[in-house]
């Protein structure tokens, strides 16, 4: 069974900096572009960042270029996200995500696994 699971979320001031793991399990991590989408109360689940099987590509929401980071290690089956400057807009339960090749990986309906999420939250 395909199995993800997010940790280093927590709380935080504005400004600061968090990193996400994903550890993934239970498929051929290598064949699979992976994700992070969060969901904040009320709302729905969005984009935030993608990466391409090899690590060559990635892809940014707007709300986040320049502050988020996607990153892999195909060696040790994890995806990571690095946050710096969050904001409390940040606040959010963040999922990361695979889905297969040659798909759209901004598109939330792209991706067929998904983790528990790991919350985070940015205090002002």
């Known amino acids: 069974q395909v199995r993800l699971v997010e940790s280093g979320g927590g709380l935080v001031q504005a400004g600061g900096s968090l990193r996400l793991s994903c550890a993934a399990s239970?498929?051929?991590?290598?064949?699979?572009?992976m994700g992070w989408f969060r969901q904040a109360p009320g709302k729905e689940r969005e984009f935030v960042a993608s990466i391409t099987w090899s690590g060559r590509s990635t892809w940014y929401a707007d709300s986040v270029k320049g502050r988020v980071t996607i990153s892999r290690d195909n060696t040790k089956n994890t995806v990571y996200l690095q946050m710096n400057s969050l904001k409390p807009e940040d606040t959010a339960i963040y999922y990361c995500?695979?889905?297969?090749?040659?798909?759209?990986?901004?598109?939330?309906?792209?991706?067929?696994?998904w983790g528990q999420g790991t919350q985070v939250t940015v205090s002002s």
């Open positions: 239970g498929y051929t991590f290598s064949n699979y572009a």
């Open positions: 995500a695979r889905a297969p090749a040659s798909s759209d990986y901004r598109n939330v309906y792209s991706y067929n696994g």
